[in-house]
């Protein structure tokens, strides 16, 4: 039998790569760290890469591994799935990677202008309803662009077709360079500028697999420049639902 939440809990405050912050505390208390986690934590000068919304952390611990010379920070607010991710961190003695638990509405408040080279956006929940909760809306784009270097880079690995569909949208009425774009990902085998996005799967993406469903995949770029607007246009609702969760919504189009 795993352990339970108020164990990991428990584990995770003597974790010392893990930060934990949730919106409830973060008004109160500094965080010593930000634009100095190369320094404080990482004690080198790598170029550091967020996962946003990391779940388990099974691809930010799997692209630590695969790439020891940059830094990886995984972020989410669920410390109990977080555990997972931050146990086989510090078990496999990996230095290049950290967790931060807090809520990703205020990521800007640990990173300073400049730090982060790259962010990965994995299987985010698409938010129908609500744009400005779209990890990919420009609501979250202008909080990037205040720690992510000049036309940094951001990746989606998303089942979602409405999710790609705006996030796409997005990228296109603002004129972001797109540097990689498939609907079905793990057709483009034998492409070698997909093999980075292909080479890691986690335990939910194997589930979407298995039950059928394409991951789309998008590569894009974050200039510092130029006013972000939302693209105004319908798009379809699709079946995305959260794992065991059932559809919460009657509504067949959103924006």
């Known amino acids: 039998m795993g352990k339970g939440k108020l164990a990991k809990f428990a584990d995770m405050e003597t974790y010392e790569n893990v930060f934990q912050y949730p919106f409830s505390v973060v008004s109160d208390v500094p965080f010593t760290m930000r634009g100095r986690w190369r320094e404080l934590y990482f004690k080198n000068d790598n170029p550091i890469v967020l996962e946003l919304g990391c779940g388990k952390g099974e691809y930010t611990v799997e692209l630590a591994k695969r790439y020891p010379q940059t830094n990886f920070i995984g972020v989410d607010i669920k410390g109990a799935r977080m555990w997972t991710g931050a146990t086989q961190a510090l078990q496999g003695g990996l230095r290049n990677v950290a967790f931060l638990r807090t809520n990703i509405e205020i990521i800007d408040r640990f990173f300073a202008s400049d730090e ?37 880079v951001i990746h989606l690995k998303t089942d979602s077709n409405f999710l790609a569909t705006y996030t796409n949208y997005m990228v296109e009425h603002n004129q972001l360079p797109v540097e990689l774009k498939t609907n079905d990902l793990y057709k483009e085998e034998g492409n070698e500028a997909f093999a980075e996005a292909a080479s890691i799967q986690t335990y939910y993406e194997s589930m979407w697999l298995a039950r059928g469903l394409a991951i789309k995949y998008l590569k894009f770029r974050l200039p510092h420049e130029g006013v972000l607007e939302e693209p105004e246009i319908e798009i379809e609702l699709d079946d995305y639902r959260s794992y065991h969760r059932t559809k919460r919504s009657s509504l067949e189009t959103a924006k």
């Open 116 to 152: 982060v080279q790259e962010i990965w956006l994995t299987f985010s929940d698409p938010q129908m309803k609500n744009p400005r909760k779209r990890l990919t809306s420009t609501y979250f784009m202008e909080r990037y662009r205040r720690f992510l270097i000049d036309n940094g």
